[in-house]
């Protein structure tokens, strides 16, 4: 008589679909999309997930590569749109996405696929918030600003948000890399247009060598606004009154960089300076002044600073 052993137990199929979604947010989307074939229960999974993120770096040939190279931008969106077709197009429409954290290059041939792909999917309100970063292909540290570069990439964002405007009605986070601001209507798009805009983080731009950003918004609903490494002479915050922390990390101004008016709500503010190559001494009054209720400071300064 042979002995009949006892099968063994799929604890895993056991596992409801809540559980089995928890797991797959802790992946990432090249392997959540794998996990489709295990099973017939697995098969629809990772096109319910609630929260997708989509990035461009994940999909380059040469990670850490500095300054990237085209083609591997290039290759880079393909797979992106091909991993933002599959999640968004093959979803199923009664079940929505909360958040798409999507990090995309601005090459005009990709964006005018993803495009219409994300479009469609806030049009039919399977989309309720959307964090976009548009990367650059240097490293947020490289010293060069090259003024050539930085407009063609305000006007491919110009076009895209200009062709897809239904974009701007969830975009809640929005990142922007290396970009001269002064020739996008930027005021209008960020502070008009964008009215679900919370957090904002703006990395090497300007506004024109050493000159003026003045943001003056009364409806805006922004809360964090993050600067790094922007070559702007001063920021004048004229009006933003949900504007709940600021974060300045490097500046290049030889005077007060910053003023402060109508910012009721402002709690956390956080600066990185670095005043050991030529700039003047910097009094700590100055940059705090017109602030009435900050409750966390954050400083990391290297260089002189008076109180």
């Known amino acids: 008589m042979i002995d009949q052993q006892p099968k063994e137990e799929d604890r895993l199929s056991m596992l409801t ?5 928890s797991i797959l947010a802790r992946v990432d989307v090249r392997t959540a999309a794998r996990t489709s074939v295990l099973s017939t229960q697995w098969r629809r999974l990772p096109w319910l997930l609630p929260e997708i993120s989509i990035n461009a770096k994940k999909f380059l040939p040469v990670p850490g590569q500095n300054p990237i190279e085209a083609k ?24 929505s996405i909360f958040t798409l954290h999507l990090k995309i290059y601005p090459i005009n041939t990709f964006l005018c696929e993803v495009g219409p792909l994300v479009s469609d999917t806030v049009e039919s309100g399977l989309l309720k918030e959307l964090d976009l970063a548009i990367l650059d292909k240097i490293g947020l540290w490289e010293s060069n600003f090259e003024e050539e570069d930085m407009l063609q990439r305000a006007q491919n964002i110009d076009n895209f948000f200009s062709i897809y405007p239904i974009v701007l009605h969830c975009l809640t986070r929005l990142s922007l890399y290396n970009v001269r601001i002064d020739k ?4 209008h798009l960020l502070f008009e247009s964008c009215k679900q805009l919370k957090h904002l983080g703006l990395s090497r731009c300007d506004t024109g060598d050493h000159s003026l950003f003045t943001i003056d918004a009364p409806n805006s609903k922004l809360c964090v ?5 922007c070559r702007f002479e001063r920021l004048e915050l004229v009006c933003l009154p949900k504007l709940e922390k600021l974060r300045w ?6 005077n007060v960089p910053l003023t402060f008016d109508f910012i009721p709500s402002l709690r956390e503010l956080e600066f990185v300076y670095d005043a ?4 003047r001494e910097l009094k700590l009054s100055e940059l ?13 300064f290297v260089g002189k600073c008076k109180l």
């Open 17 to 21: 679909d809540d559980i089995l979604l």
């Open 72 to 95: 591997n931008m290039e290759e880079a969106m393909a797979s992106l749109t091909k991993a933002t077709r599959s999640f968004l197009v093959n979803r199923h429409r009664e079940t």
């Open 184 to 187: 996008l209507d930027m005021h």
């Open 225 to 229: 606004l993050e600067l790094t490494n």
């Open 249 to 254: 990390d490097t500046w290049v101004s030889d």
């Open 276 to 279: 050991t190559f030529g700039q």
């Open 288 to 300: 705090l002044h017109g602030t009435t209720c900050i409750h966390t400071l954050t400083l990391d």
